[in-house]
C-alpha cells in the first residue's frame, strides 16, 4: 500500500514569491491535513480537507491557503513568502481525521 | 499553559533499557492519543494510536492513556540503537479537529 507522496522534497524561494505544495494521500483516505514543523514551534496545524472541504483552520495568515481535489489529492499554496515560512511542511492523510494520521516525508522549504 | 506539553530531553539509555516517554495535556476533549516516531530530516512515522483511557501493546511499544489524570505515557521495551529518534505524543478531539503535538522528546540509545 502505497504512502503519502509529498511533491516537491526541496524547495528553494526568494521572499516575496509564492510556493505550491503538493500531497497525494493514501489510496481511500478523505481527510488531509497539512502542518508546519519549526525547531522552535514543533509542529503547528494549518488546515484539514475533507472531500474536497476545508473543515478546519489553524492560526496562520490568508498567504496560508489550500485546495483539495475530487481524488483527495491536495495542494497547499504560500503566497508572499517570508523568511520565517522556512519549514518542513507536513501532509497528513486518514480515514476522517480522527483515526490515525500518516504523514508523509515533508517539503522542506527554504526562503532565502 | 500549553495544551500538550512534553518534556524535550534529551535522553540517553543504554541498550536494552526500558524507556518511558510521557505527555501531559490540560483540554479534558481530547479523545484520540497518538505516538509518532520521527527520525531526523523525515516525516513522522505512526507508532500507536489509542482512543480514550487503557492501555494498548504493540510488540516492544506499550501506550498508556489516563484521561482523569490527563497524562498519557508510550513505553519501549528492550530499546534498540534504532529506536534513537524524536518522539511526539499527538491527540485529537475528533473528526474535522487538528491533532495538537507536543514538542517532541529526543531519544538516544547507545549501544
Known amino acids: 500500500k502505497a504512502g503519502v507522496t509529498q511533491t516537491p522534497r526541496y524547495l528553494i524561494k526568494t521572499r516575496g514569491q509564492q510556493v505550491t505544495l503538493s500531497c497525494s494521500p493514501i489510496s481511500g483516505h478523505r481527510s488531509v491535513s497539512w502542518y508546519q514543523q519549526t525547531p522552535g514551534q514543533g509542529l503547528q496545524f494549518l488546515f484539514e480537507?475533507?472531500?474536497?472541504?476545508?473543515?478546519n483552520k489553524g492560526n496562520f495568515p490568508g498567504r496560508f491557503s489550500g485546495r483539495q481535489f475530487s481524488n483527495s489529492r491536495s495542494e497547499m499554496n504560500v503566497s508572499t513568502l517570508e523568511l520565517g515560512d522556512s519549514a518542513l511542511y507536513l501532509c497528513a492523510s486518514s480515514l476522517d481525521n480522527a483515526r490515525e494520521a500518516f504523514f508523509g516525508q515533508g517539503t522542506r522549504l527554504t526562503v532565502v | 499553559q500549553k495544551e500538550v506539553e512534553q518534556d524535550p530531553g534529551p535522553l540517553s539509555v543504554p541498550e536494552g533499557a526500558i524507556v518511558s516517554l510521557n505527555c501531559t495535556y490540560s483540554n479534558s476533549a481530547f479523545q484520540y492519543f497518538m505516538w509518532y516516531r520521527q527520525y531526523s530530516r523525515k516525516g513522522p512515522e505512526l507508532l500507536m494510536y489509542t482512543y480514550s483511557s487503557g492501555n494498548k501493546e504493540d510488540g516492544r511499544f506499550t501506550a498508556q492513556v489516563d484521561k482523569s489524570s490527563k497524562y498519557i505515557s508510550l513505553f519501549i521495551r528492550d530499546s534498540q540503537p534504532s529506536d534513537s529518534a524524536t518522539y511526539l505524543c499527538?491527540?485529537?478531539?475528533?473528526?474535522?479537529?487538528?491533532?495538537?503535538f507536543g514538542k517532541g522528546t529526543t531519544l538516544s540509545v547507545s549501544s
Open positions: 480537507y475533507f472531500s474536497e472541504t476545508q473543515r
Open positions: 499527538a491527540m485529537s478531539k475528533g473528526a474535522g479537529t487538528a491533532l495538537i
